[in-house]
C-alpha cells in the first residue's frame, strides 16, 4: 500500500530528502495518525497564508523526519526540549509561527517540565501533541499516556497503576495553568472526529497568526502497527477505550479576549550598552598594537571575600589605561564567602586568543589551599600573603604582609589593593603606576572618599616589595 501525501496543500509534491526509490510515499505506517495530521496542518498553513512564517519543531519520535514532507521552516530537537526551542525562536523571531509537534513518549516523558514552564510562561507557539498510548518508533514500550491494563513490550501483563502510575493527563495538567489561551482534546480516529480535529488546527495555528500566546491541541492518534490492530479495530480502541481515559474536550479558548503578545525589542547598541554599564559619554581607549610587549598571565586566588576578583578588575583596568589588550577570567564557587576564588588576568601587546590559560606566569596567593593548587603551573612569580605561611616553590616566591598592611591602616578588607601595590612593585607587568592610581580611582569612583585610603595601602604594599629586593 502506498503512503502517499504528495501534492496536498503545505506538503512537498515529492519527498527527495527520504531518499529510497519511492519518493511520493512516506515512511509511516498504513493508518498512522501522523499521516492525517502532516495533511491537517499542511492545509490549514495554506489556507491562512502563514507558510512561509511557519517553523515546525520535531524532535525524536516517529515524527523525527517531518521535514521530509512540510513545506515550511524546520528545526530539529533534542529529545524533549522542542519547548525551550521553540521558545527562542518565538522570541527572537517575532514574526515566526513556532509549531511543536511531539509525541506522548517525547512531551508526556522527558519533556514534561519544559512543556509546563512554555506553557506557564504563555510562550508564542502552537503545540501538537500525538497520544497514541506507546513509544511507537522503539518498539512499542509502556509510554505516559499508556492505558491501565495496556499490554506493551514492557508492560507484557498490562499496565499496572501499583507499579507504574496511572496514565498522564498533559491537557488537564496544562489546564491548571493561568496562561495558556487555548487547550483542546481531539481524535484521528475516523473521519467524524479528523474535522473536529481539523478545526483544532486551525484554531491554533490562527492564534498563533495573531500572536496571541500558547495553544496546546492533543490529538488521540492511531498507532495500528504497534497496537497490532487493523483499521476498524484501533478506530475502536480509541473511540471506546482512550476516549475513557482522555475524555474529548475543549478545556479552554480564550482567543476572543486577549491581546496579541508585544514583545520589547532589544537594543544591543552601544549607546544602550554605554547607558547600561555606566560609562556613557565617555570616550572609550583603544589598545596600541605592540608585539614587543609580548603576554603576560596573572592568576589571582583565594577565598570568597578576599577581594580576589576586584582585584583583578583592578589589574585589568590598569592594563586597559595602559593601553593594552587585556581579558578578565572569573572562576569562583556559590559561596558568597570563604569558598573558592580565582581569576586569570591577561594582558598583552596583541589581540587576545583566549582567557582561558593552562600555565600562569605570575600567581598571586591569598592563602595556603591556592598556592598549593596552583604554583605548579606557574612560569615565573610567585606572590603570597604571609598569613598562607612559609612556601619554597620551584619558582622566585615573594611573601607580602599584605593583610597586615592593610589591618595596620584601618582596613583589613583592603589586603587586596596592598597586593595590587605589591604586584606593580615587582615590575613584570610593564605597567606604570599611574594607570594602577587611575584604576584604584576607578574602582572606588562611588565611593570617593575611599580613594586616598586605597592609594595609601597600595603604596605601602609596593614598599614591602621594594624593600625585600634591597
Not at 525562536?89 to 512543556?115: K, P
Not at 492518534?221 to 482522555?246: H, Q, Y
Request: charged content about 25%.
Amino acid at each position: 500500500m502506498r503512503k502517499d501525501l504528495g501534492g496536498h496543500p503545505g506538503l512537498y509534491s515529492e519527498y527527495p530528502r527520504k531518499g529510497g526509490s519511492a519518493p511520493g510515499a512516506t515512511h509511516y505506517c498504513p493508518g498512522c495518525g501522523h499521516g492525517i495530521l502532516h495533511k491537517l496542518i499542511g492545509e490549514a498553513m495554506a489556507d491562512l497564508g502563514i507558510q512561509d512564517r511557519c517553523v515546525l519543531l520535531s524532535p525524536v519520535g516517529c515524527a523525527v523526519f517531518a521535514y521530509y514532507y512540510l513545506d515550511c521552516g524546520h528545526v530539529q530537537a533534542a529529545h524533549g526540549r522542542a519547548p525551550a526551542i521553540g521558545t527562542g525562536i518565538s522570541r527572537a523571531e517575532d514574526d515566526a509561527i513556532v509549531i511543536s509537534y511531539q509525541g506522548d513518549g517525547d512531551l508526556a516523558s522527558i519533556g514534561l517540565n519544559e512543556t509546563i514552564q512554555a506553557a506557564n510562561r504563555g510562550e508564542k507557539m502552537a503545540v501538537f501533541f500525538i497520544n497514541n498510548t506507546v513509544y511507537g518508533m522503539t518498539g512499542g514500550q509502556m509510554a505516559p499516556t499508556t492505558l491501565v491494563g495496556e499490554v506493551t513490550s514492557t508492560t507484557p501483563t498490562g499496565r499496572d497503576p501499583r507499579e507504574a502510575g496511572y496514565p498522564l493527563h498533559v491537557c488537564e495538567i496544562l489546564d491548571t495553568l493561568k496562561a495558556p489561551v487555548y487547550i483542546e482534546r481531539v481524535s484521528l480516529s475516523d473521519i467524524e472526529h479528523i474535522r473536529k480535529a481539523r478545526r483544532a488546527v486551525r484554531k491554533a495555528l490562527e492564534i498563533q497568526r495573531d500572536k496571541k500566546g500558547y495553544a496546546f491541541v492533543e490529538f488521540l492518534s492511531p498507532c495500528p502497527t504497534i497496537l497490532r490492530m487493523d483499521a476498524k479495530g484501533v478506530e475502536r480502541f480509541i473511540n471506546e477505550e482512550m476516549e475513557k481515559e482522555f475524555p474529548l474536550k475543549r478545556f479552554r479558548d480564550r482567543s476572543g479576549e486577549v491581546e496579541p503578545i508585544v514583545r520589547m525589542k532589544s537594543d544591543f547598541s552601544k549607546e544602550s550598552l554605554d547607558r547600561i554599564f555606566g560609562v556613557a559619554g565617555e570616550e572609550s581607549i583603544e589598545p596600541v598594537h605592540d608585539p614587543e610587549f609580548g603576554t603576560m598571565s596573572i592568576r589571582i586566588s583565594g577565598f570568597g571575600g578576599q577581594g580576589v576578583l576586584s582585584m583583578g578588575l583592578a589589574l585589568a583596568q590598569a592594563a586597559y589605561l595602559s593601553r593594552r589588550f587585556v581579558s578578565w577570567y572569573p572562576d569562583y564557587g556559590p559561596e558568597q564567602r570563604g569558598g573558592t576564588s580565582n581569576c586569570t588576568v591577561v594582558i598583552s601587546g596583541e589581540p587576545i586568543s583566549s582567557p582561558v590559560v593552562d600555565e600562569i606566569d605570575i600567581l598571586v596567593a591569598f592563602n595556603r589551599p591556592s598556592l598549593e593548587k596552583f604554583s605548579s603551573s606557574v612560569r615565573e612569580l610567585i606572590l603570597y600573603d604571609m598569613l598562607a605561611g612559609e612556601f619554597q616553590g620551584s619558582v622566585r616566591s615573594i611573601p607580602v604582609a599584605a593583610t597586615e598592611i592593610a589591618t595596620q591602616k584601618g582596613a583589613q578588607q583592603a589586603a587586596n589593593t596592598a597586593m595590587l601595590g605589591a604586584l606593580m612593585a615587582t615590575g613584570r607587568l610593564g605597567l606604570p603606576e599611574d594607570s594602577y592610581v587611575g584604576a584604584i580611582k576607578d574602582a572606588f569612583s562611588k565611593k570617593p572618599k575611599l580613594v586616598p585610603l586605597n592609594l595609601e595601602i597600595f603604596r605601602a604594599g609596593a614598599d614591602w616589595v621594594r624593600k625585600m629586593d634591597r
